[in-house]
């Protein structure tokens, strides 16, 4: 069954134990896997790992050994509680293997839990869970947390806010990654150890990062909008700010598959972005075939910068890839 994200967002919180399984699946890895870490602990408790009641397997693993996964789901726990078992990263390589696992399941055996990128509606995963009538497939959006999401992540953290202060948190989910948004939390909770007064809007100044996704946004839309001459003293700006390269190229990826996205589904609906207008307008002008270039540029930029035989200044060569976007995109 799909789950919307309105209607996940309760059974994230409260997990309904006698489920088959639950597909969390997005573009953004990060929100995956913060997400399946939230439905995980409120699913099986803080000690489920210890307690060997949850089993992890990467997809690539699974394949070369597909009776892992129903062992797992098939194994008897020494400890009681709810168990499940995790499969990362899952695409239709492994179709087959999760289908089996579904079909086979029974009440009392191990939850399937399956984390996935970006999937197709082709896809045979998310059919498979969407088909199925005791499990779920919800998929992650590139939204930042709402106030219900901060709030409940203070209250978690043990944190109470001032008026000020809360509008500040909800400014800066909006403009950070979600793992670099919990890491502020928790900053900030260490900050007020000891300290039983609510937060204010110097606890968070002394706790927020530098340099947040809004100024990064600026190099984007520069490029994007094919702006070639701006690059330099952008980037300039970003070096000076401590604004890692890999970050940089990974951020550009995403925004230049949103606009993909946009340019090759003209009328869906537009996640993650936000000013939607100017993503509109920036897909438009670059079309679905220039846009798959680009993402072959980030792409190949980005193997670079990881490679262990690669020398050359990190911010130099994404300075370069950007330079080699906006030329790409004026072209007519």
Not at 144 to 152: S, Y
Not at 206 to 221: G, N, Q, Y
């Given at each position: 069954?799909k789950?919307?994200?309105?209607?996940?967002?309760?059974?994230?919180?409260?997990?309904?134990?006698?489920?088959?399984?639950?597909?969390?699946?997005?573009?953004?890895?990060?929100?995956?896997?913060?997400?399946?870490?939230?439905?995980?602990?409120?699913?099986?408790?803080?000690?489920?790992?210890?307690?060997?009641?949850?089993?992890?397997?990467?997809?690539?693993?699974?394949?070369?050994?597909?009776?892992?996964?129903?062992?797992?789901?098939?194994?008897?726990?020494?400890?009681?509680?709810?168990?499940?078992?995790?499969?990362?990263?899952?695409?239709?390589?492994?179709?087959?293997?999760?289908?089996?696992?579904?079909?086979?399941?029974?009440?009392?055996?191990?939850?399937?839990?399956?984390?996935?990128?970006?999937?197709?509606?082709?896809?045979?995963?998310?059919?498979?869970?969407?088909?199925?009538?005791?499990?779920?497939?919800?998929?992650?959006?590139?939204n930042?947390?709402?106030?219900?999401?901060?709030?409940?992540?203070?209250?978690?953290?043990?944190?109470?806010?001032?008026?000020?202060?809360?509008?500040?948190?909800?400014?800066?989910?909006?403009?950070?990654?979600?793992?670099?948004?919990?890491?502020?939390?928790e900053?900030?909770?260490?900050?007020?150890?000891?300290?039983?007064?609510?937060?204010?809007?110097?606890?968070?100044?002394?706790?927020?990062?530098?340099?947040t996704?809004?100024?990064?946004?600026?190099?984007?839309?520069?490029?994007?909008e094919?702006?070639?001459?701006?690059?330099?003293?952008?980037?300039?700006?970003?070096?000076?700010?401590?604004?890692?390269?890999?970050?940089?190229?990974?951020?550009?990826?995403?925004?230049?598959?949103?606009?993909?996205?946009i340019?090759?589904?003209?009328?869906?609906?537009?996640?993650?972005?936000?000013?939607?207008?100017?993503?509109?307008?920036?897909?438009?002008?670059?079309?679905?075939?220039?846009?798959?270039?680009?993402?072959?540029?980030?792409?190949?930029?980005?193997?670079?910068?990881?490679?262990?035989?690669?020398?050359?200044?990190?911010?130099?060569?994404?300075?370069?890839?950007?330079?080699?976007?906006?030329?790409?995109?004026a072209?007519?």
């Amino acid at each position: 069954m799909k789950l919307s994200p309105r209607e996940a967002k309760p059974y994230f919180t409260r997990p309904d134990p006698a489920r088959t399984g639950l597909l969390i699946y997005g573009s953004d890895a990060m929100r995956v896997a913060l997400k399946r870490q939230e439905f995980l602990k409120n699913l099986l408790g803080a000690n489920a790992e210890e307690e060997m009641r949850l089993s992890r397997m990467p997809a690539g693993e699974l394949r070369r050994d597909p009776a892992m996964l129903l062992d797992a789901i098939k194994a008897v726990g020494f400890f009681p509680g709810p168990r499940a078992a995790l499969v990362e990263e899952a695409n239709d390589n492994i179709a087959k293997i999760l289908l089996d696992a579904l079909k086979d399941w029974q009440p009392g055996d191990a939850q399937i839990i399956v984390t996935a990128g970006d999937l197709k509606k082709t896809s045979k995963v998310l059919k498979a869970f969407e088909s199925h009538p005791n499990a779920y497939a919800t998929p992650i959006y590139d939204n930042p947390p709402d106030r219900a999401e901060i709030e409940q992540m203070l209250k978690d953290a043990g944190l109470t806010p001032e008026a000020d202060a809360m509008a500040a948190l909800s400014d800066l989910a909006r403009t950070l990654d979600p793992g670099d948004f919990r890491q502020t939390l928790e900053k900030i909770t260490l900050y007020k150890l000891g300290d039983s007064t609510p937060i204010g809007l110097d606890d968070i100044a002394a706790c927020a990062p530098t340099s947040t996704e809004a100024e990064v946004d600026d190099i984007l839309h520069v490029v994007a909008e094919t702006r070639a001459a701006e690059i330099g003293p952008v980037m300039s700006k970003l070096q000076g700010q401590g604004v890692n390269a890999v970050t940089l190229t990974i951020m550009a990826t995403r925004h230049f598959r949103t606009l993909y996205r946009i340019a090759a589904n003209p009328g869906a609906p537009i996640y993650g972005v936000r000013d939607r207008d100017r993503a509109m307008r920036q897909a438009r002008n670059w079309g679905a075939a220039k846009l798959e270039t680009a993402l072959a540029v980030l792409t190949e930029t980005d193997l670079k910068l990881r490679s262990a035989g690669q020398h050359a200044p990190a911010l130099a060569l994404v300075e370069r890839a950007f330079i080699r976007l906006a030329m790409l995109g004026a072209q007519r």
